[in-house]
């Protein structure tokens, strides 16, 4: 899916919303643990019930991972069920992966190529022969770490380097990697205050934004600060969807936590107009 | 593996050798592509070649999840059989992860619970509450990213943050995180040079050095500056020895490959008696 089509698709579905499948047995209704693959069943009726209300959804690649093959498994089933039901959706691998070059275009062509996503998250300490590898997917996006929503992100990305703060200097080298323009970064709503700087430095990339609801970030602010002429945010929310109700409900729940997120993204497209 | 009995393996076996499976079907020989599970029976035979010479086995997770389903399968039983035959070796998961809190709390349940490795590889850049849930794991081994053998090493790991190289300040902020014993620090044989003042701020915890052989960084440079006096070193080689023949004589080849390096190694050993 080219940027373009994203853009399209934010538009016309009012929403620049992105539905996070942290998928943890724990959590789903006990009554799906019954089922012979819980983890999908699940996640695909959370789709069926949110797909009209985002443009993306991103399974954070620990949760599959944490159960194994049949982790992955359920991966699998998931971002198939995603292209093949509603391929107008955007699909984000939150795999944080990042390695020496020949290794991160293994790590590329598991995402892009066998899974069919249409980005993977990729952390930056690697530097650019980490990078790279997955820019060279020339019709994927590749999503940077920058600012993350945690605690520990003051532990080395706001530090200064060189008189200016880790992750503005990620952000500043990463424009200069090949085929940048398909670079998306990840900045944490708990951040907010932030996104006027990055916006400075970034004025174009689309900015994935965790961090709203559950770890506490606004969107209004996220939207004054972040938002660019072509709209250029995605934001996320996991959590305080997939898990809002543990009952029989959960799904009529999680649809109608979706509306209200989208409902809030609507009024903010219209100061755009 | 306590730190104290993979010090003891090293004696005894006289290497520090750690051998890297990075099993790619496009460089195993091709004889092996017939088998039912090409890439276990691979690791299988060099790691039965090769176990009495080396410490450590190190899978690089992506060469794993590049064929999906199969290669989880590989990996599982890859580890499955090192637990079962050599229970002495240490098991390192090279994954790079690190994430949110009770995201990276799901990595580490995948590698060091389901797969019952030893340790895995982490990336720092997203700080404290991202490698705290590894070190969680009290009898298990983190193994932190400070500086990589990678060209991209230079975009951020060396550049001064607070008048200070970003992987110094990696490496004395992370001896602050609880059960900071428990770390491991990757550095780069390539930047031997380094470990010198790397053996300033960590002077006692191990350091796993990719990058010998392959990669172009030299053994003895790396044992000069970076051994301790519980030797504190893991030397890494993969391609060099893995895949040292595409013949039928594979197996040899790869054995007489490790054992020169073993041979080193018993040497730089003595240096320190």
């Known amino acids: 899916m080219t940027t373009q089509q994203l853009i399209e698709q934010i538009h016309l579905k009012n929403s620049f919303l992105c539905i996070g499948l942290d998928t943890d047995l724990e959590k789903i209704p006990p009554h799906l643990l019954k089922e012979e693959d819980p983890i999908f069943t699940f996640n695909k009726s959370i789709i069926d019930a949110t797909h009209h209300l985002c443009v993306a959804y991103k399974p954070n690649i620990a949760f599959y991972e944490a159960y194994g093959l049949k982790g992955w498994q359920a991966l699998e089933k998931t971002i198939a069920y995603l292209n093949k039901e509603y391929p107008d959706i955007f699909t984000i691998a939150d795999a944080k992966r990042g390695d020496i070059g020949n290794t991160s275009t293994r790590y590329a062509k598991a995402f892009f190529e066998d899974l069919s996503f249409d980005s993977i998250t990729v952390a930056p300490y690697m530097g650019k022969d980490s990078v790279e590898p997955f820019l060279a997917f020339t019709d994927k996006h590749t999503i940077l770490l920058a600012l993350t929503s945690n605690e520990g992100a003051y532990d080395f990305q706001t530090k200064l380097m060189d008189g200016k703060a880790l992750y ?16 998306m970064y990840v900045v944490g709503a708990t951040k907010a205050s932030y996104l006027a700087e990055i916006r400075n430095i970034v004025p174009d990339n689309f900015l994935l934004v965790p961090g709203v609801g559950a770890q506490g970030g606004s969107l209004s602010e996220v939207c004054k600060y972040g938002m660019n002429k072509n709209v250029g945010l995605l934001i996320n929310s996991s959590r305080g969807i997939i898990y809002a109700s543990r009952k029989e409900d959960y799904v009529q729940a999680a649809a109608k936590k979706a509306k209200e997120l989208q409902s809030q993204m609507t009024r903010e497209l219209k100061k755009l107009k």
């Open 168 to 183: 503005k200097t990620v952000l500043e080298t990463s424009k200069g990697y090949t085929n940048s323009k398909n670079l």
